[in-house]
């Protein structure tokens, strides 16, 4: 019996006997070479990579494409072809997808704005969800989708965090928590990238052939078409992205917040957010961005310059893990643990440590979630463990937009306790016909 009959015999079967499909979901549903069938909603660039990640696991298959820009379509349906022998079928409406009944899962790889909507959609079809991140664009959706995953609790989300299954950080994690380095007194975090002070201005222009450009706004606010608002670059925009703060931020941020397990959001930030960038570029979002989070007993440091990609360590972005044994430096490449002197021993406080042979971790975060399709375990970047990461980008997104040098966060309340104008921001008003999901 393959997993899609079990579920829907146990269904069956369990009705009326007090038993939910939460309850007998638990048992490993069926054998691991059970195939997975995988529907693919943004087609373009990580949405894309991360299909390829997914097929390149025995017992996959892609039986779905969506995307609302053809062009994009036929090449990455064309592609498929090519490389996987695939034949998925193709949509254009995301909603005509989830339809289809054969699919288990789905892959969004849409902008941030449209994470929520097509989330909870698919969760409400039976699907389940590999959701890019960050994983929306607003607090309150992040809300939202924490709300709709634990209503269908039967259901995988899995943020792509995908850091969370990449070894360096891992063997990060394991170093610090083992209190190699000490007590962790700071982490300070920097991301400097040319990309994050968006495109040279360009004017307006029809919608290119083939683009449902207004499937692409969606909720967003009605716009003309611009390049340097579109495929790739809308990141600078606030209506879909949250710039470099929360392209980056999610992963860098999910990493500090990790050391210590934690899962809720800052209750206060201390932010200053600019353009020190001087040339005219098309974007909303910020180029330089320090963020202090004070915790309970260490503070996170943030520190950002879009434009340029030199930083500290020799690396353009990276996590410094103080302590008072040690400083441990960790990017995707290489994890350093540096110990301070001791002078009266005359040697480290710590042992010393190097690894540089650390890699891109797409691939093994894509395995976490298909081996937890086919057991129904959680998968390592939980919808709780994504909403943490992004509302420790959107509040200093919010306090930089609102010109609020500090926020203080009540998460009893959902609100911040020093500013209207940044309560003002926690909710997006979603353009007509869609409405934001009710749980
Ligand atoms: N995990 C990572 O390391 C990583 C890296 C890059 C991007 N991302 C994330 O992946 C997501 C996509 O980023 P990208 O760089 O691939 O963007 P992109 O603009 O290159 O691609 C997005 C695609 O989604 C399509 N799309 C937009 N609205 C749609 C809709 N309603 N239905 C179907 N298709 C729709 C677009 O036409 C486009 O093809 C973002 O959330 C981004 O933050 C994650």
């Known amino acids: 019996m393959d997993r899609r009959k079990f579920i829907s015999n146990t269904v069956l079967t ?134 709709a995953a634990n209503y269908y609790k039967e259901r995988i989300v899995q943020v792509g965090q995908q850091q969370r299954s990449g070894f360096v950080f891992q063997k990060a994690m394991e170093i610090i928590k083992s209190g190699k380095i000490g007590k962790l007194r700071r982490v300070n975090i920097w991301a400097n990238f040319p990309y994050g002070v968006g495109q040279p201005i360009i004017a307006d222009e029809p919608v290119p052939a083939g683009v449902d450009f207004d499937m692409w706004l969606g909720p967003a606010p009605s716009k003309s078409f611009n390049k340097t608002r579109f495929h790739g670059v809308w990141r600078m925009f606030w209506d879909y992205g949250g710039g470099l703060m929360s392209d980056w931020g999610v992963h860098l941020l999910d990493i500090a917040l990790w050391a210590k397990d934690i899962t809720v959001p800052p209750e206060k930030v201390l932010v200053y ?66 110990p301070e002197w001791d002078s009266q021993a005359k040697k480290g406080k710590t042992d010393e440590y190097k690894f540089t042979e650390g890699k891109e971790s797409h691939g093994e975060h894509a395995k976490n979630f298909l081996e937890c399709i086919r057991t129904r375990n959680k998968p390592v970047c939980t919808p709780e463990i994504g909403r943490a990461a992004a509302m420790h980008v959107h509040i200093p997104n919010i306090a930089a937009r609102t010109g609020e040098p500090m926020l203080l966060w009540d998460e009893t309340a959902g609100r911040f306790t020093n500013s209207e104008k940044a309560n003002q921001l926690i909710t997006p008003v979603y353009r007509k016909p869609w409405t934001l999901p009710v749980i």
């Open 273 to 338: 957010g600019a353009n020190t960038f001087e040339e005219p570029r098309s974007r909303e979002t910020f180029d330089s961005m320090n963020v202090i989070y004070p915790k309970s007993d260490f503070v996170i440091n943030w520190d950002m310059t879009a434009g340029i990609q030199s930083g500290p360590y020799d690396s353009p972005y990276g996590l410094a893990f103080v302590g008072d044994l040690a400083t441990l430096t960790v990017d995707r490449n290489k994890l350093i643990v540096r």
């Open 14 to 147: 369990t009705a009326g006997i007090g038993m939910t499909l939460n309850d007998v979901i638990k048992i490993p549903s069926t054998s691991p070479s059970d195939t997975v069938n995988i529907g693919l909603i943004g087609c373009r660039n990580m949405g894309y990579g991360d299909l390829q990640q997914h097929l390149s696991n025995p017992g996959v298959n892609c039986v779905a494409l969506c995307d609302i820009d053809e062009n994009v379509l036929n090449e990455k349906a064309a592609d498929l072809k090519k490389k996987f022998n695939q034949s998925p079928k193709l949509y254009k409406d995301f909603r005509k997808l989830l339809e289809q009944k054969d699919i288990d899962a789905v892959i969004i790889g849409t902008p941030d704005h449209w994470h929520c909507l097509i989330t909870v959609s698919a969760l409400q079809a039976g699907k389940d969800v590999y959701v890019e991140k960050p994983m929306a664009n607003t607090i309150a959706e992040c809300n939202i989708m924490v709300k």
